[in-house]
């Protein structure tokens, strides 16, 4: 017979400790609510290595679409979410999109940097390779220039490689962090605990029902309900909680690298990862230096079609150049709930702005001298799944679903097409949202 399940009662139940559960569950309970986070994936403690990857990753990494055409979705699966995996680069968020929706994040945007240490990356931590790049993207007349990242320079092991495992270093931040300062308010933080729906009465939710990796079930009953489960997660927590139509508006800043060989000299090898780059907002690409190292480099071109040409580029690796091309996508996409589906069609207007970025990345590595013979394409990597419960069509502009007391906080809700990194947007809405669920609590 099935144990019965373990009933648990608190001011906030939050689904996932990504940036988004992470800040609204700190904000929270630094003003002394109650708070049950209930994380899907582990811990993973020791970082620095490849099987940080495999251990914090859905589908190691490597969810294909429906459509099966080279698409493939990175989303974490860890205490922290994708803050752990992620490269750390930070953009500013698009204001006037948000004030278009009654959400005004200057401030916070202000507080995120300052609680994230948020910092342009200084010249000295610009490596040869990324300076040749630089230089040959103003050459061809794109405005190149140091981006910032959520990190502390001073702690930054220049071309350590290991930012995309997690950081060992200490430099670059992560939702990992709040989260602690969380557990050390007050709040309960459950890993291996997977939501499987909002329980609801009378139109209001006041729970979430989920299970342990040990089959465990829980009750957890909240005064508020927050989804933070990430853009593909919240969506398939709201479908099984009667709202179907959440999933659907699915984005994810489909990125591709390209790589070149230099004729000559050493290349990008191992340097810090997105350091430089630029935002064309006409064509809605972004731009960056991607290097990170040989096991990702391995692992993206492997999972191109191209296995024979993977191989000979193992022994030319030193030479490589690789230019990171993301872009901004139409919302055309559908998560389906069954764990492991999606479908994302590739528009016209995505592919258009994916050739311009190739075509872009390809002149700026033939002025840095590498062969034109020798590029290679990443597949299509989409890194930053959102839009799945959009503001304006899904939520309102304090993040409420239709149903009462449910909330979303995570990529789900952002409401126009991104084409950025995501990270600091999402802090910043958070921190507004813990602010507003205080005032929400305090008349309960
Ligand atoms: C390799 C990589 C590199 C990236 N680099 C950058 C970068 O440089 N800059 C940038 O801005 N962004 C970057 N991103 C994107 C960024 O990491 C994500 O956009 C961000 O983490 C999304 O935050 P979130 O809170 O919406 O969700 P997530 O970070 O996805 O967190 C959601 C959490 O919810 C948990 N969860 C899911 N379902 C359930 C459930 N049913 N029950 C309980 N828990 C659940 C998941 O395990 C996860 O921990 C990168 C992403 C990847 C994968």
């Not at 906030?12 to 049950?36: E, F, M, Q």
């Not at 929706?101 to 490596?127: E, F, M, S």
């Not at 099984?240 to 139509?245: A, D, W």
């Not at 990529?411 to 910043?428: C, D, H, K, N, R």
Request: with cysteine; charged share 25%.
């Amino acid at each position: 017979m099935a144990a019965k399940p373990i009933r648990m009662e608190t001011d906030v139940v939050i689904a996932g400790s990504g940036p988004g559960g992470a800040t609204v569950a700190r904000g929270l309970s630094k003003a002394g609510k109650k708070v049950i986070i209930l994380e899907k994936g582990p811990w993973v403690k020791k970082v620095g290595n490849l099987m940080v990857f495999v251990k914090a990753t859905e589908n190691k990494g490597q969810l294909k679409t429906i459509e099966d055409d080279g698409s493939v979705v990175f989303s974490a699966k860890c205490v922290g979410g994708g803050s752990l995996l992620y490269m750390g680069a930070a953009a500013d968020p698009q204001i006037d999109v948000w004030k278009k929706h009654g959400i005004d994040l200057t401030q916070y945007v202000a507080q995120a940097k300052k609680d994230c240490r948020v910092n342009k990356v200084p010249d000295h931590l610009i490596a040869p390779g990324v300076k040749r790049l630089v230089a040959a993207a103003h050459e061809c007349g794109y405005p190149w220039q140091n981006l910032e990242r959520f990190f502390d320079p001073a702690k930054c092991k220049l071309n350590c490689q290991k930012c995309i495992t997690g950081c060992p270093a200490g430099s670059k931040w992560t939702a990992i962090e709040f989260v602690q300062e969380a557990e050390k308010n007050g709040a309960i933080v459950m890993p291996n605990v997977n939501v499987r729906n909002v329980i609801v009465e009378n139109g209001t939710a006041v729970g979430m029902r989920a299970r342990g990796k040990n089959g465990q079930e829980y009750e957890v009953y909240g005064k508020i309900v927050v989804s933070s489960a990430g853009g593909m997660g919240t969506a398939r927590i709201l479908q099984r909680s009667g709202i179907p139509e959440a999933g659907s508006w699915f984005i994810g800043d489909p990125t591709v690298s390209v790589t070149g060989f230099l004729k000559e000299g050493v290349g990008q090898v191992g340097e810090l990862g997105i350091s430089a780059g630029w935002h064309d907002e006409e064509h809605g690409v972004f731009f960056a230096n991607a290097y990170t190292n040989r096991s990702m480099f391995m692992a993206t071109q492997f999972m191109g079609p191209h296995k024979l040409r993977a191989i000979k580029n193992q022994f030319r690796f030193k030479k490589g150049m690789e230019i990171m091309c993301k872009v901004t996508d139409d919302f055309e996409g559908r998560v389906f709930y069954e764990e492991g589906k999606l479908s994302k069609r590739m528009t016209p207007r995505d592919l258009m702005r994916l050739d311009h970025g190739k075509a872009v990345a390809e002149k700026i590595l033939t002025k840095a001298g590498c062969d034109p013979t020798s590029f290679e394409y990443t597949d299509n990597i989409l890194g930053h799944p959102g839009g799945t419960a959009r503001v304006g069509k899904l939520v309102d502009s304090n993040f409420q679903t239709q149903i009462k007391n449910l909330y979303c906080c995570d990529t789900s809700v952002i409401p126009e097409e991104l084409g950025l990194p995501p990270m600091l947007t999402i802090v910043a809405f958070s921190l507004r949202m813990a602010q507003h669920l205080e005032s929400v609590l305090s008349k309960k």
